[in-house]
């Protein structure tokens, strides 16, 4: 624990003390377990073209990857799962690998592939935050490394098109979303009153969703319903980040009628419905217009509730 | 599927009760299957078994291509076709058979949560060991997958297969681990499903669900696979309750068949 450790990760907006999930997982991390980091941001630098992002180093060893990051910090002693039981340690690996294959993907759709989100949001931040000109082909590199990610990983054999992928990406991660709420119930944390490292990923992955401005979100939309999850994040940040950020939005998104919010939401989820659907019979040539068309149709509304 | 697909799918299958003809196709077992298609197909297999349902198994050299998603197994019921495990679980459940019925919410989470481990760190290192190890790739997974080809086919399909699993290793960035790393995790892996397990005879309860199913299939499959090193198998050997698990399952489930 001797040696000083600088953590390079992305900066934060939106309320957020970093706005990418790897980095959050650190620093929320750090927080919990009460390490000493000095946070240096990779905006405005060359790094962010080299580095790969989080990176921590502590004197002379460099370590990547929030997992080994975590492992890391763990042999240091600076532990946030001290008093898990085994059974609650296999249960976060269990979580973790439910974030990361289920939600993740989604995810990664809503801020780099989804074409409106890229460009209205994604695109001018990261693109504000490099270096001329690097402002020019960072941001649209990282897409496509997400967009080759997204189809190697989900993409079914030849099918490499990722209209085909999205229905079943976002349908996992709605799932994932809803398998977390139960877990958590109406408790402050994951795992008894103190947080671990598995509140850490969950922070990590879903506070972005949560805060940033996307304009298009089916998936955001889905977390706002989900009370819990949203009441998590927005303790974690008042407890353990206010200090750094004061967070503007949120008090005045509850104001709004919620009937009227839980209406339009419905709405919002009918219409995606009936879209995805017209678009599937368009696409698909083995669902021509014949009898099954009105069957289908009864099936799939009667499917949106359990979803 | 698509969204509108699949819940046509699910309708129709309601409709119909399960055949007698049902049939599992999987690679031809003594020269073609791999570590990780057999693992899959005896996690399927396994869970049919624990509904009750009866299936047939037959090997064909080229199912992997007869297969809807491009994944062993899949299983031919009526006139349909459904592939992996987690399709199969819900065809069944239209079908009315379940057996995760009993579980409250937070418990059917973790299960699917668990799941999720085994496809992550299980099917991932397996594929790893298979493909992306160099010695085990030339001495046992190309000579096997092109098994029923020709030359110069047999190489080239083998080629491009090992080409497409390092591929997606180096998406989700496991390509630049090391065999030992790739040991290590199988380890805790086991580790956290030797903890879940405790001294239960199966993870919830007293009944087996989807996920004994697929850990079984798994762990069953590295135990008694063949491969360079016995590395893989040793690091399971060394959780007991998983050993007695897989023997409990085993002898519950497999082996009314011969007597």
């Known amino acids: 624990m001797a040696a000083a450790m600088e953590l390079r990760c992305w900066g934060g907006d939106w309320g957020l003390p970093s706005v990418h999930t790897d980095s959050l997982v650190v620093l929320a991390y750090a927080k919990f377990s009460g390490t000493k980091l000095t946070v240096a941001p990779v905006d405005w630098t060359w790094k962010t073209l080299t580095a790969s992002v989080p990176e921590l180093v502590c004197g002379e060893s460099v370590v990547q990857e929030p997992t080994q990051i975590l492992n890391f910090l763990r042999k240091q002693r600076l532990n946030a799962d001290y008093e898990l039981t085994a059974r609650q340690g296999a249960d976060t690996m269990a979580y973790i690998a439910l974030l990361e294959e289920k939600l993740r993907p989604a995810l990664l759709h809503t801020f780099w592939v989804d074409a409106e989100n890229y460009s209205n949001l994604t695109r001018p931040w990261f693109a504000s935050r490099s270096p001329f000109p690097l402002n020019f082909f960072l941001p649209s590199r990282l897409a496509n490394i997400t967009l080759a990610r997204i189809l190697v990983t989900k993409g079914e054999g030849l099918l490499h098109r990722i209209s085909e992928v999205e229905g079943k990406i976002y349908s996992d991660a709605k799932e994932c979303l809803n398998l977390l709420s139960y877990r958590l119930g109406t408790a402050n944390y994951f795992f008894d009153n103190s947080p671990t490292s598995l509140d850490a990923f969950v922070f990590g992955f879903l506070a972005p969703l949560h805060k940033a401005d996307l304009t298009s979100s089916p998936l955001q939309s889905h977390l706002r319903q989900l009370d819990n999850l949203t009441r998590f994040c927005d303790n974690i940040l008042a407890a353990h980040f206010n200090a750094d950020k004061p967070c503007p939005l949120p008090p005045a998104m509850e104001t709004m009628d919620a009937n009227l919010q839980k209406l339009t939401q419905l709405v919002n989820k009918e219409s995606n419905l009936i879209e995805k659907m017209d678009d599937n019979l368009r696409s698909s040539p083995q669902h021509k217009p014949h009898r099954p068309d009105p069957k289908s149709s009864l099936s799939s509304s009667k499917s949106s509730t359990p979803a | ?259």
Not at chain 2, 13 to 38: M, R, V
Not at chain 2, 128 to 137: E, G, H, K, N, S
């Open chain 2, 1 to 259: 599927m698509s969204l509108a697909a699949e819940a046509f799918v699910s309708q129709m299958a309601a409709a119909e009760p399960w055949p007698e003809n049902a049939t599992l196709y999987q690679p031809l077992k003594d020269d073609q299957i791999l570590l990780s298609d057999h693992a899959s197909s005896l996690a399927v297999q396994a869970y049919l078994r624990m509904c009750g349902l009866p299936v047939q198994v037959i090997c064909r050299a080229n199912a992997e291509y007869m297969s809807p998603s491009g994944k062993i197994p899949f299983i031919h019921v009526g006139n349909q076709v459904v592939s992996e495990l987690g399709p199969i679980v819900q065809f069944t459940k239209a079908k009315g058979h379940t057996l995760s019925d009993s579980l409250d919410d937070v418990q059917r989470a973790e299960m699917k949560a668990y799941m999720e481990l085994v496809y992550n760190m299980l099917l991932t290192a397996e594929l790893y060991v298979q493909w992306c190890d160099d010695a085990t790739a030339a001495e046992i997974s190309r000579p096997r997958y092109s098994n029923p080809y020709s030359w110069p086919l047999g190489k080239i399909l083998a080629y491009q297969k090992q080409w497409e699993v390092r591929r997606k290793m180096n998406a989700i960035g496991w390509g630049g681990k090391s065999l030992e790393q790739v040991y290590e995790d199988v380890s805790q892996c086991c580790q956290a499903l030797s903890q879940r397990l405790g001294t239960q005879p199966y993870f919830f309860n007293k009944q087996a669900t989807e996920l004994d199913a697929l850990v079984f299939g798994h762990l069953f499959t590295i135990l008694t696979t063949r491969l360079t090193s016995t590395e893989l198998a040793e690091r399971v050997k060394s959780y007991s309750n998983l050993l007695s698990f897989c023997r409990r399952i085993e002898q519950t489930y497999f082996e009314d068949k011969g007597s």
